[in-house]
């Protein structure tokens, strides 16, 4: 799938399966520094999940504990990560293609994404994702919001890589992403301009 795609003579911008990296000076302290993997993007709005933002005081041992999930799979230590600021108690998994709940999972290139409870229980007998960020909230935009944002200079976009997404510590991603895009983040200013 291309990142553009003609639908009716109309030119929209699909960034499904992609990372947006946020500029200096976006407004949105939420925001700030954040890496987001889109799991959906279309004329209708779209859907994102924070990958670089632990959530503050809580590991995946407790969330599975207040869940009553038992087992003692060496995920249990790993932290939550804050998704995104919408629906802040909801729960998902982004995870590599390596794993499918027995419920639903949307398959994302290389990624899934589970939202339901079993994903949650296997990862608790390691019997889960080999690699997984699990999430509270999630970043979403209304139709046309996030092209506006973009075209404001809110947002980078660069692909995804599971590289990126997992093997990168949370401090650093923001930073390796504008590596890939072979910009120094010490020359980016948060002003849009015009030539």
Same mark, same amino acid.
């Given at each position: 799938?291309?990142?553009?795609?003609?639908?009716?003579?109309?030119?929209?911008?699909?960034?499904? /399966?992609?990372?947006?990296?946020?500029?200096?000076?976006?407004?949105?302290?939420?925001?700030?520094?954040?890496?987001?993997?889109?799991?959906?993007?279309?004329?209708?709005?779209?859907?994102?999940?924070?990958? %670089?933002?632990?959530?503050?005081?809580?590991?995946?041992?407790?969330?599975?504990?207040?869940?009553?999930?038992? /087992? %003692?799979?060496?995920?249990?230590?790993?932290?939550?990560?804050?998704?995104?600021?919408?629906?802040?108690?909801?729960?998902?998994?982004?995870?590599?293609?390596?794993?499918?709940?027995?419920?639903?999972?949307?398959?994302?290139?290389?990624?899934?994404?589970?939202?339901?409870?079993?994903?949650?229980?296997?990862?608790?007998?390691?019997?889960?994702?080999?690699?997984?960020?699990?999430?509270?909230?999630?970043?979403?935009?209304?139709?046309?919001?996030?092209?506006?944002?973009?075209?404001? %200079?809110?947002?980078?976009?660069?692909?995804?890589?599971?590289?990126?997404?997992? /093997?990168?510590?949370?401090?650093?991603?923001?930073?390796?992403?504008? %590596?890939?895009?072979?910009?120094?983040?010490?020359?980016?200013?948060?002003?849009?301009?015009?030539?």
């Amino acid at each position: 799938m291309t990142q553009e795609q003609t639908i009716l003579g109309a030119t929209t911008l699909d960034l499904t /399966g992609q990372l947006l990296v946020a500029m200096p000076g976006m407004g949105d302290p939420r925001f700030d520094r954040s890496v987001v993997f889109m799991c959906a993007h279309g004329e209708d709005g779209a859907m994102g999940l924070i990958v %670089n933002k632990p959530a503050a005081d809580m590991t995946l041992g407790e969330l599975l504990d207040q869940l009553e999930i038992t /087992g %003692n799979g060496p995920a249990r230590k790993h932290p939550v990560h804050f998704g995104g600021p919408v629906e802040t108690q909801r729960g998902f998994v982004l995870h590599g293609a390596d794993y499918t709940s027995r419920l639903q999972t949307l398959e994302v290139g290389a990624f899934g994404m589970t939202a339901t409870q079993d994903v949650l229980e296997d990862i608790a007998t390691g019997e889960g994702p080999e690699r997984a960020l699990v999430m509270l909230g999630y970043a979403g935009w209304g139709p046309g919001q996030l092209e506006g944002e973009i075209a404001r %200079n809110g947002w980078l976009t660069v692909g995804a890589t599971p590289q990126l997404v997992f /093997g990168t510590g949370d401090t650093s991603k923001w930073i390796k992403a504008l %590596n890939a895009l072979g910009i120094d983040p010490l020359g980016l200013s948060g002003e849009a301009g015009r030539a």
